[in-house]
């Protein structure tokens, strides 16, 4: 079974600048979380959808992130602009239910510099 | 809402010897699921044990074990026999059943020794 798959792995980009990220959970898993790690911390939740529907937003910072699912499967964060302290590994999970475990792409690390 | 707390300091543990890893959870939902994962320094995430809130026994999975006091609103967990290779971040996680929101803690540092 394939894994979740994100990308890039890496992005170096300029304060102020956009970048988006891409995740493909695993297929036929509903649920979809985007994390935004910073080091040293724990991964905090940005954003869960339930198949192409929004559940949980209320820790993104909507003035400059946006998410989306496209038909229940694939998602984009995006950063617009970016900010130094957007630095972090963002991570994206899918869960197929509420008492099975959670399975994590390898992330994608963002330097704002 | 939910509250994950873990507030130990790094901690360094002798090989073959037994860790536990402190984890309290404050939450108003009946039905959730707590979960903890470790994350070595090259940065995935690895599912290690789950504990249903309605579960009666502690959850078991090899070296890992799960000590879930509902009443206090712990699930700490216990390594055992502890190899070189358990050296990284663990993190205690909790489910609510009904919005399937997964929130995490801050992460206890484990470093293993020879």
């Known amino acids: 079974e394939a894994g979740v798959a994100q990308s890039p792995r890496y992005k170096i980009i300029e304060k102020r600048q956009s970048v988006a990220f891409w995740c493909n959970p695993i297929s036929g898993h509903a649920t979809l979380y985007w994390y935004q790690q910073i080091l040293g911390q724990g991964p905090k939740l940005l954003i869960q959808?339930?198949?192409?529907?929004?559940?949980?937003d209320s820790q993104l910072p909507k003035d400059r992130f946006s998410a989306e699912r496209l038909k229940g499967v694939d998602s984009t964060l995006k950063i617009q602009p970016a900010k130094l302290e957007d630095s972090a590994v963002y991570l994206c999970?899918?869960?197929?239910?509420?008492?099975?475990?959670?399975?994590f792409g390898q992330g994608t690390r963002l330097t704002v510099v | 809402a939910q509250k994950i707390t873990q507030t130990q300091p790094g901690m360094f543990v002798q090989e073959k010897e037994a860790v536990t890893l402190d984890c309290t959870y404050d939450t108003s939902d009946q039905s959730y699921g707590l979960f903890w994962y470790k994350q070595p320094s090259s940065g995935e995430m690895i599912f290690l044990i789950y504990q249903g809130s309605y579960d009666e026994q502690n959850a078991t999975e090899g070296r890992y074990s799960l000590n879930f006091q509902k009443a206090r609103k712990s699930a700490n967990l216990v390594i055992s026999a502890s190899q070189l290779g358990d050296s990284a971040m663990y993190f205690c996680?909790?489910?609510?059943?009904?919005?399937?929101?997964?929130?995490f803690g801050k992460g206890n540092q484990v470093v293993v020794i020879p």
């Open positions: 999970a899918s869960s197929s239910g509420r008492n099975t475990e959670a399975f």
């Open positions: 959808f339930q198949n192409n529907g929004v559940v949980d």
């Open positions: 996680a909790m489910r609510s059943y009904g919005n399937n929101r997964l929130a």
